[in-house]
């Protein structure tokens, strides 16, 4: 169990669009995954990319044998991706999950004692052959467990991120030469919920957990529900029609309810107009010596409404 700490919940509710739990609707088969397969595997070809902190982009990128998932190029992926046993509590049937970890969230063997992350990207845009209408509602789902809260790398901060890559339209204004006309752009944008932990200090007597949402209008995080024990976590991230993003979280493994319901929002003031794909972080402090927090996911899924 994790300690229980006070907090505000600052969930800024616009009440723009009726809000979608995620999982409602029609589970796109062609993309997500469930790790049933006992011969599941990830291909790493090493090193990772590392554009993040060097610049340095390195192909072949890291993929599934599944083709399902692969390394993102910005940040590179995690140090372990690696099919297990559906720890007990999952999914009623679920013999599969899968264990993300890392050790090194930069530069390989160069530590930099501070923050970093690495990215595991489902391949939903290229197996659709497209991205997915807003018009359709699309929403993902995913379990999420949390191991015992004495083996989470002691360290305040993000450990864990679910998020979502959509699709924004912006306006160019002409540019004044002449017969110049604006232009429309397409902008993508990375809403999501990050798992942060507050180590016990001196400070702080007690360590805590709390699910923290990307983002606001302005584009600033902020703190949501509490985490109050580990295991089963399930997340879902819903768009609706008028571009809104709608954020549910609840304990165990159960389908998502209207219960589960923690905000809706325009995040950067952005208004989605179409659902690209989701992805994993896995952040650590990159010291090389401590590990990242050990996470292991199951059954990541894709809906439409229609």
């Known amino acids: 169990m ?44 090493l090193p990772k990319s590392t554009r993040d902190v060097d610049q340095q982009d390195r192909f072949p990128v890291g993929e599934a044998g599944n083709g399902r998932w692969y390394e993102g190029i910005l940040r590179g992926q995690p140090d ?17 999950s899968l264990l993300l970890q890392s050790l090194w969230t930069g530069v390989p063997g160069q530590p930099q004692n501070a923050l970093g992350q690495d990215d595991l990207i489902a391949d939903v845009n290229y197996r659709l052959q497209g991205s997915i209408p807003v018009a359709m509602s699309p929403s993902i789902v995913v379990r999420v467990f949390l191991p015992p809260v004495a083996t989470w790398e002691n360290r305040t901060g993000p450990h864990f991120g679910f998020r979502t890559a959509l699709e924004t339209r912006s306006v160019q204004p002409p540019t004044g030469t002449p017969f110049s006309s604006s232009r429309s752009d397409t902008e993508t ?22 699910l923290r949402i990307r983002a606001n209008e302005n584009g600033y995080d902020f703190r949501s529900r509490q985490i109050t024990a580990t295991g089963w976590w399930t997340l879902g991230m819903s768009v609706t029609g008028d571009g809104m993003v709608h954020y549910y979280a609840s304990p165990g493994a159960d389908d998502l309810t209207p219960a589960d319901y923690l905000g809706s929002l325009y995040p950067h003031g952005y208004r989605a107009h179409a659902f690209k794909t989701f992805f994993f972080n896995i952040c650590s402090g990159d010291d090389g010596r401590n590990w990242s927090t050990a996470w292991i996911i199951d059954d990541p899924s894709v809906y439409v409404v229609r």
């Open 2 to 45: 994790l300690a229980v700490a006070l907090s505000l919940s600052l969930i800024p509710i616009t009440a723009h669009a009726e809000p979608l739990v995620p999982g409602t609707g029609l589970k796109l088969e062609q993309v997500g995954d469930d790790f049933e397969d006992e011969g599941w595997e990830y291909r790493f070809h």
């Open 80 to 96: 372990v991706v690696k099919r297990v046993p559906t720890p007990a509590g999952g999914l009623p049937g679920s013999r599969g």
């Open 189 to 210: 944008y990375w809403p999501g919920m990050f798992i942060e932990f507050q180590a016990k200090t001196g400070e702080n007597e007690n360590c805590y957990a709390y």
